[in-house]
C-alpha cells in the first residue's frame, strides 16, 4: 500500500457479520474420493482434478444445504446411478446446484446430469419435496449437460416443478435470479459494500453513470435511484436480459442495459460516438480490468470513479496504472467470506487537475 501512496486512504478491513451459513449458492460435484470408491457428492479434494469429497455438514450454507445433498446422495447411491467420468466421458451424474433467496427463504434445486441412461426425475422429485425444510422448496429442475467441458453447459433444462428461478431483495429491490445467473454470493455482505463504496461518490443529483461489467444489474440498479441515467455494460447476454427484466420490474425507467465488451464500449466514448459519463462504477472478474480498458480509462478522464473488487491483488494492479490520470480518495477491504482465503474490496478515485 505504501509503494502506492495509499497508506492513508486506508481505511481497514470490515468484518463478516455473519460468520457461518452466508453462502447462497453451491455448485456440488459427483464423483468418488479414490478410484473405484463409493458414490461421493461434495467439493474437490484441494489440488485435486478427480477426488471428491462429500461435504454433508458445511457451515458455510444453510443447513438445509446439506440435507438436499445427503438426500440427493442417498437417492442416486440406491438406484445405482454412477457419477461422470470427466477422462471416460461416461456416466451419469455430474452436479447438484443449490441457490437460496436469503430474504424470501426460496429454494432452487437443480441436480446436473448427462443423457448417458435413465433418472427416475418423479422419484427425486418426491424425495426433494418430502424433506424436513426451513426454506420453501419454489422450483426443482433436472439440466442435461453432454458438454465435454468441466463446465455446466444447460443444453436442456427440465422444470420437474415450480419454476426455473427464485426471487430476491436488496437494498428494497426485487430480483429475478434464473437458474445460471450470476448473482452476489453473500447478499447481505455485499449490501453493505455497495452502500459505502457509492455512500463515497458525493452527488448523484443530475449525474450520468456508467456501470461497467454490471453483471445482472444489481449496482446498476441502486445507483439509479439516485443518479440522473444510468447505463451498464455486460458481455453476457444472459446477464443484460436478466437485468433488463429486473429493471423493469422495480419500476426503473433511468437505466439501460448495453450487451457489449466494455473495451469497445470505452473505445466509443473516447472516438466521441457516445456520451461520456459523470462518474464510473467498475466491478470486474478476479482478473481485472484490461490493460487496454484502463488506458481508455485514464484517456477518456471521468471525473469521478468507484473500482469494486473481488480480488484485491489485481484491484492494486489496476490502481497503480489508474494513478496516472486519478487520485485514490479511499480505499477499504470487505471481509465478505469469512473462514476463506476471499477478500474484496472498494477504492475511490478522483481525476487529478491537469
Not at 481497514?12 to 459427483?30: E, P, Q, V
Not at 446446484?97 to 427463504?105: A, E, F, K, P, Q
Request: charged residues 25%; negative net charge; hydrophobic residues 40%.
Amino acid at each position: 500500500m505504501e509503494a502506492m501512496g495509499l497508506a492513508d486512504v486506508y481505511l481497514g478491513i470490515t468484518a463478516g457479520s455473519k460468520l457461518t451459513a452466508y453462502r447462497n449458492k453451491m455448485d456440488y460435484t459427483f464423483g468418488d474420493e479414490f478410484k473405484g470408491g463409493p458414490l461421493t457428492l461434495g467439493m474437490h479434494r484441494r489440488k485435486s482434478f478427480m477426488s471428491v469429497v462429500t461435504t454433508s455438514a458445511c457451515r458455510l450454507v444453510h443447513e438445509d444445504f446439506n440435507k438436499l445433498l445427503v438426500a440427493t446422495l442417498g437417492f442416486c447411491t440406491q438406484n445405482g446411478y454412477a457419477a461422470y467420468n470427466k477422462k471416460s466421458h461416461k456416466g451419469l451424474l455430474r452436479n447438484l446446484i443449490l441457490r437460496r433467496g436469503v430474504r424470501t427463504n426460496e429454494l432452487l434445486v437443480n441436480i446436473v446430469t448427462s443423457s448417458q441412461g435413465f433418472f427416475d426425475e418423479a422419484a427425486y422429485l418426491e424425495t426433494v419435496l418430502g424433506l424436513p425444510l426451513e426454506n420453501g422448496v419454489c422450483g426443482v429442475l433436472r439440466t442435461v449437460n453432454d458438454n465435454v467441458a468441466d463446465f455446466i453447459y444447460p443444453e436442456e433444462i427440465h422444470v420437474l416443478a415450480g419454476r426455473d428461478y427464485y426471487m430476491e431483495d436488496v437494498l428494497d429491490l426485487k430480483f429475478k435470479v434464473n437458474a445460471f445467473s450470476f448473482f452476489q454470493t453473500n447478499v447481505e455482505a455485499a449490501e453493505r459494500l455497495y452502500v459505502e463504496a457509492l455512500d463515497w461518490i458525493d452527488d448523484l443529483t443530475a449525474k450520468s453513470v456508467h456501470d461497467l461489467y454490471c453483471g445482472a444489474g444489481t449496482i446498476s440498479q441502486v445507483l439509479a435511484r439516485r443518479a440522473d441515467a444510468v447505463v451498464g455494460v455486460e458481455i453476457s447476454a444472459d446477464a443484460v436480459g436478466d437485468a433488463i427484466a429486473n429493471a423493469r420490474m422495480n419500476g426503473l425507467e433511468n437505466c439501460r442495459f448495453v450487451r457489449g465488451d466494455v473495451l469497445e464500449t470505452l473505445e466509443r466514448i473516447r472516438a466521441g460516438s457516445m456520451p461520456a459519463p459523470d462518474i464510473l462504477v467498475v466491478d470486474p472478474p478476479r482478473a481485472g480490468i484490461h490493460p487496454r480498458a484502463l488506458r481508455a480509462i485514464t484517456e477518456i478522464g471521468t471525473r469521478e470513479m468507484v473500482y469494486i473488487s473481488c480480488n484485491p491483488k489485481s484491484c492494486a494492479e489496476n490502481l497503480k496504472v489508474l494513478q496516472e490520470a486519478y487520485n485514490v480518495t479511499r480505499f477499504k477491504a470487505f471481509d465478505n467470506f469469512p473462514f476463506t482465503g476471499h477478500v474484496e474490496a472498494a477504492a475511490h478515485l478522483e481525476l487529478k487537475r491537469r
